[in-house]
């Protein structure tokens, strides 16, 4: 069973479009997170909900828009793609009560805009 | 601010060599959490280790070990007698807290790729 997982794990679409990605976790985790790596590996993080709700939203153009139905599961849906938006979006998902606990990720989703 | 610092963009050593992957961090944080994660070719990325600010002893696991030292603020892994199967890019990584959930927030240094040549 896969722990975290996301899908599609390869999207390749055209400039203005929208499209989503889904991620669900079976871990039972109350934390989940979207993370994106670039063309050059740098990882960053984009946003975390706790138990459905945002605690962390970095800077973030606002055509990204994360949606949390339930703790288990935390989709991301991005409008009027960009050329720039192509990167690997990782899923990921903790339990949180003490600082810095483990962050288990999904297998990535690769974005490409073209 | 938060930061971790991966100097070695590259490395490539021979089968069987040691091979030590740097990692410098910066935090004003008394509590904080580091880590070490593995980013094989195929993509995902794999947990290696965590290791709190209140334990600095050094940690073994197999080929792979870890050495934590406030005093120098870094914490660096070294992989013994190296495989073509570490081959990979390595992240090092430090936990901060954030708001009253203490969410996690993660932040990674800029990566290490390793390869590891027959």
């Known amino acids: 069973d896969t722990a975290v997982s996301q899908t599609p794990k390869y999207l390749v679409t055209q400039m203005g479009n929208d499209k989503s990605i889904k991620c669900e976790q079976n871990?039972?985790?109350?934390?989940m997170y979207w993370y994106k790596q670039d063309s050059k590996k740098f990882l960053k993080i984009m946003f975390s909900?706790?138990?459905?709700?945002?605690?962390i939203n970095e800077t973030v153009p606002n055509r990204f828009s994360p949606k949390s139905p339930d703790k288990a599961h935390l989709n991301l849906h991005i409008n009027s793609l960009e050329l720039g938006d192509s990167a690997v979006y990782f899923c990921?998902?903790?339990?949180?009560?003490?600082?810095?606990?483990?962050?288990?990720f999904g297998e990535g989703s690769w974005l490409t805009v073209v | 601010a938060q930061k971790v610092t991966q100097a070695q963009t590259e490395i490539s050593v021979v089968e069987k060599e040691d091979v030590t992957l740097d990692c410098v961090y910066e935090?004003?944080?008394?509590?904080?959490?580091l880590f070490w994660y593995k980013q094989p070719p195929s993509g995902e990325l794999v947990f290696l280790i965590r290791?709190?600010?209140?334990?600095?002893q050094n940690e073994i696991s197999g080929r792979y070990s870890w050495n934590f030292q406030k005093s120098t603020s870094s914490f660096n892994f070294t992989i013994t007698a190296s495989q073509v199967v570490d081959s990979a890019v390595y992240f090092c990584?430090?936990?901060?807290?954030?708001?009253?959930?203490?969410?996690?927030?993660?932040?990674f240094g800029s990566g290490t790729r390793l390869s590891i040549r027959p």
């Open positions: 290791r709190n600010s209140f334990d600095e």
């Open positions: 871990l039972g985790h109350d934390t």
């Open positions: 990921a998902s903790s339990q949180e009560g003490l600082s810095g606990n483990t962050i288990y």
């Open positions: 990584a430090l936990s901060e807290a954030f708001g009253y959930s203490s969410a996690s927030k993660i932040i």
């Open positions: 909900y706790n138990n459905k709700e945002l605690i």
């Open positions: 935090t004003r944080d008394t509590t904080y959490y």
